[in-house]
């Protein structure tokens, strides 16, 4: 955590938002995607590499379900998050420019919504059944995707990206 803080956070913000080499070449990360969310992703990664597959994850080569324990705190938790890239995402206007902010949180959720019926949609043409954590997860998948470029693509371009969001989050577990 000391590093990640100290060290790796602050020099990737540099380059993106400090007007460091990144910014230079007209990299542009509104919200928080790569400087948050991908070097936290990365970090997960590298640890979960580290550590290897959960006990009971693996059985004769097969790779067995590990389910969650409640699907109500997991859908709340999900309502919750989802509530509060509400703050997250228009408050990184930093202005009360109204207009970017209605124009910001109509994309944010629009990725979100298309990311979790696209996900239900595909999880349901894959396994023959709707799933309500991979339809929770692609609402999770639309709001990250959607984090960098909220404030600068139009409504069509938001619900491409969930729709691309919802299809990864379903093809990360059958196909990786």
Known sequence: SFLMV???YPIAGHWIWG????AQ????????STVVHSIGGWAALTGAML????????????????PGHSMTSATIGVFVLWFG???FNPGSTMAADWASIAHIA???????ATASITALLTMWWVAGKPDLSM??????AGLGAITAPCACVSMGTAFLIGIIAGM???AAVFFF
């Open 85 to 87: 890239w509400f703050g």
């Open 135 to 140: 339809t929770l997860n692609g609402g999770l």
């Open 168 to 170: 990864l989050v379903v």
């Open 19 to 22: 007007g460091g080499w990144l």
């Open 51 to 66: 550590l290897g597959p959960r006990i009971g994850k693996y059985k004769d080569g097969k790779v067995l379900p590990i």
């Open 6 to 8: 100290g060290v790796i």
């Open 106 to 112: 109509v994309t944010t959720n629009t990725a979100a």
């Open 25 to 32: 070449r007209g990299m542009l990360d509104f919200a928080g």
